[in-house]
């Protein structure tokens, strides 16, 4: 329920220094989300392989389905439902969200993207024009964006936040357009990784104290998604959504950036996320997705087997 795992095991040992240590080096994050209390009942993020078009059995047993995608829905499931619903004959899987981590750190300053920005530059390097960001959509999903942002406001001091989407405490997004958008402060009040990225990719052009500041696509229209504390799998799913839904209703073209991400489940693109991101991006010309490369090397190496046809032993391992 409280979404931990316990590594915790006996440890041959004479001495507590021998013992502590090693008990220390067991002890992991959550990587999976909690149950959270929704209308009095103790529920869960998670996906669910059934047809998104036949989910009356499950909803009849308390589950909130959320969002369709073609071959699964993302839903809140009654904690003491979990295993029934996994034994209905329609569902082919059940998968509790799993927990996602900040990722990025770079900006425009050392990408030279000025000649892509700025007209004359732009003309000089061969291009056909400058390249803004105008009349495209960029979408971000992240956790603490502060949505009163300089960077997001326009010359006159207007928001370029066409649509904000805000987790709330039931696991749904609480959305917000036009006026609705400037009641926001922040999603997480104890982060601003997402003003962060947000701003890298399309934050307004600024100059403080003589030095100019701005984003990728400083002209770019504004979709951001905000997670809150729970930066989980579904949730993720459900702002790709969003983003990609909003721009298709605007009838532009869309690029969605994700600064966030795992190592967790299958590594063979027959993951939840692998098939959002061919859903929504994967033969749309319109819509591009954008992931982060990770910040894991240093704290969460992978280690895997090796497999030599042919060969007698195939356990040569590597990380």
């Given at each position: 329920?409280?979404?931990?795992?316990?590594?915790?095991?006996?440890?041959?040992?004479?001495?507590?220094?021998?013992?502590?240590?090693l008990?220390?080096?067991?002890?992991?994050?959550?990587?999976?989300?909690?149950?959270q209390?929704?209308?009095?009942?103790?529920m869960?993020?998670?996906?669910?392989?059934?047809?998104?078009?036949?989910?009356?059995?499950?909803?009849?047993?308390?589950?909130?389905?959320?969002?369709?995608?073609?071959?699964?829905?993302?839903?809140?499931?009654?904690?003491?439902?979990?295993?029934?619903?996994?034994?209905?004959?329609?569902?082919?899987q059940?998968?509790?969200?799993?927990?996602?981590?900040?990722h990025?750190?770079?900006?425009?300053?050392?990408?030279?993207?000025l000649?892509?920005?700025?007209?004359?530059?732009?003309?000089?390097?061969?291009?056909?024009?400058?390249?803004?960001?105008?009349?495209?959509?960029?979408?971000?999903?992240?956790?603490?964006?502060?949505?009163?942002?300089?960077?997001?406001?326009?010359?006159?001091?207007?928001?370029?936040?066409?649509?904000?989407?805000?987790?709330?405490d039931?696991?749904?997004?609480?959305?917000?357009?036009g006026?609705?958008?400037?009641?926001?402060?922040?999603?997480?009040?104890?982060?601003?990784h997402?003003?962060?990225?947000?701003?890298?990719?399309?934050?307004?052009?600024?100059?403080y104290?003589?030095?100019?500041?701005?984003?990728?696509?400083?002209?770019?229209?504004?979709?951001?998604?905000?997670?809150?504390?729970?930066?989980?799998?579904?949730?993720?799913?459900?702002?790709?959504?969003?983003?990609?839904?909003?721009?298709?209703?605007?009838?532009?073209?869309?690029?969605?950036?994700?600064?966030?991400g795992?190592?967790w489940?299958?590594?063979?693109?027959?993951?939840?996320?692998?098939?959002?991101?061919?859903?929504?991006?994967?033969?749309?010309?319109?819509?591009i997705?954008?992931?982060?490369?990770?910040?894991?090397?240093?704290?969460?190496?992978?280690?895997?087997?090796?497999?030599?046809?042919?060969e007698?032993?195939?356990?040569?391992?590597?990380c």
């Open positions: 329920r409280d979404g931990r795992i316990s590594l915790d095991m006996e440890i041959d040992g004479p001495t507590l220094p021998t013992r502590a240590p008990l220390r080096a067991r002890q992991v994050e959550r990587v999976i989300a909690p149950a209390v929704v209308n009095g009942v103790e869960v993020s998670a996906f669910i392989h059934i047809d998104p078009n036949a989910t009356a059995q499950i909803e009849s047993m308390g589950v909130i389905v959320q969002e369709r995608f073609k071959k699964f829905v993302v839903a809140m499931i009654p904690v003491d439902k979990i295993e029934s619903v996994a034994q209905i004959a329609a569902v082919k059940v998968n509790v969200a799993r927990k996602t981590n900040l990025t750190d770079m900006s425009r300053f050392y990408t030279n993207t000649q892509v920005l700025d007209y004359n530059n732009a003309i000089a390097s061969g291009l056909p024009c400058a390249f803004t960001g105008k009349g495209i959509v960029v979408g971000v999903i992240d956790t603490g964006i502060d949505f009163q942002h300089a960077m997001f406001m326009d010359a006159d001091g207007n928001s370029r936040i066409k649509q904000a989407y805000v987790i709330n039931s696991g749904s997004f609480d959305s917000y357009t006026e609705t958008v400037y009641s926001l402060t922040t999603d997480n009040i104890g982060n601003s997402g003003t962060h990225t947000a701003t890298i990719a399309a934050g307004s052009d600024l100059t104290n003589g030095i100019n500041y701005g984003g990728m696509a400083p002209e770019a229209d504004l979709v951001l998604v905000g997670l809150g504390a729970d930066l989980y799998e579904t949730y993720i799913a459900m702002g790709i959504k969003h983003v990609f839904d909003y721009a298709d209703s605007q009838d532009k073209p869309a690029v969605c950036s994700i600064s966030l795992s190592m489940g299958p590594h063979d693109g027959t993951g939840e996320m692998n098939e959002v991101f061919a859903e929504y991006a994967g033969d749309n010309p319109n819509h997705l954008v992931m982060s490369a990770g910040n894991s090397a240093s704290y969460s190496p992978s280690v895997g087997f090796e497999y030599v046809e042919g007698a032993s195939a356990e040569a391992p590597f």
